[in-house]
């Protein structure tokens, strides 16, 4: 009964994701470009309304963090499951910074992708190529990495 409360929990929350995700427009890739473009302040063209989506998710989750903080385990499951790096290393940057390349080129993240499956819109098959493609590559580099560690408490 467990298992089919926290399966319940998590299609119900992935489903609220993904209309957030469609009703705030976060899977229009040319409203994130427009978002991201700081570029286009002076011109008029910067389109700060995604700001919007961020503030109250910031509030939401940091609501839900102290929540967290203050619970045994979830409702749902034996206990948190945080992330076991607490490392700040090259890998770590690297990948963050391909992250935020891509993001940037393609107007669109992997969650809004998934979203998009939906809709099938125009090339979309070639992100999500990419995005596999470069997620395998990324298994494939196992935990090696930089030697160069910052430690985060």
């Known amino acids: 009964m467990a298992r089919l409360s926290y399966l319940a929990t998590a299609g119900v929350s992935g489903a ?7 009703v705030s427009q976060m899977v229009d890739p040319l409203k994130v470009l427009r978002f991201i473009d700081f570029g286009a302040i002076p011109s008029g063209g910067w389109d700060p309304s995604l700001a919007f989506v961020i503030g109250p998710a910031i509030l ?3 609501i839900a963090v ?8 979830p409702v749902f499951d ?6 076991q790096a607490k490392t700040i290393d090259a890998r770590l940057i690297g990948g963050a910074a391909l ?8 107007g669109i993240c992997p969650g809004p992708a998934l979203s998009l499956i939906a809709f099938l819109p125009d090339n979309l098959w070639i992100f999500l190529v990419a995005m596999f493609a470069g997620s395998f590559a990324g298994s494939l580099l196992g935990t090696s990495g930089s030697k160069t560690t910052v430690t985060v408490q």
Not at 66 to 73: D, E, F, L, S, T
């Open 66 to 73: 102290q929540i967290g903080k203050r619970r045994q385990a």
């Open 16 to 22: 609220l994701f993904g209309a957030g995700l469609y």
């Open 99 to 106: 992250f935020g390349i891509g993001w940037g080129m393609a």
């Open 60 to 62: 939401v989750m940091f």
């Open 78 to 83: 034996t206990s948190f499951h945080e992330p």
